[in-house]
């Protein structure tokens, strides 16, 4: 089983989300599909039909946040490495080709947001940088090519 690796803040964001959708969205898909099967004919149904794919799409998804929550494993940050690159870790990085200056706190995919710089452990830069030291060179390969990043700290 592979674990899901969470913050407080994470994990309380995840049972949040699922608390909506089971109490709160999939009753209101839940009285569409009753309303449209109410309006007859099954079979030429437009409304009734979609209201069932959303709520197969909806179900879908508790299922998939039920599974990531009895997966899940909370980072405690105070126990947290800062000799080399690990999961909660804020690292800055110098791009060598561009010469630019990066900063990159890496989360679990479910925490990743690239509008904060939170990127997650299992992107190909996350993966690059993970078990890195300050002032290693980690050579990183993505879609547009080749990434060299030298670690100029870690937090």
Avoid: C
């Avoid at 979609?50 to 940050?77: C, G, H, N, V, Y």
């Amino acid at each position: 089983m592979e674990y899901v690796y969470l913050t407080a803040e994470g994990l309380e964001k995840l049972k949040n989300t699922l608390h909506e959708l089971k109490f709160v969205k999939r009753p209101e898909i839940s009285q569409k599909v009753a309303t449209a099967r109410d309006h007859g004919d099954l079979k030429e149904n437009a409304e009734y039909h979609a209201a069932r794919e959303e709520l197969s799409l909806i179900e879908t998804k508790i299922q998939d946040m039920q599974d990531r929550l009895a997966r899940a494993r909370l980072i405690d940050a105070s126990e947290i490495n800062t000799e080399e690159v690990s999961i909660l870790n804020t690292v800055k990085v110098k791009d060598l080709k561009r010469g630019r200056e990066y900063r990159y706190v890496l989360v679990s995919a479910e925490e990743a947001d690239i509008k904060q710089d939170k990127i997650s452990i299992a992107s190909p830069v996350g993966k690059g940088l993970l078990g890195k030291k300050v002032g290693d060179i980690a050579e990183i390969q993505v879609p547009a090519g080749l990434l060299r990043y030298e670690i100029l700290s870690i937090e």
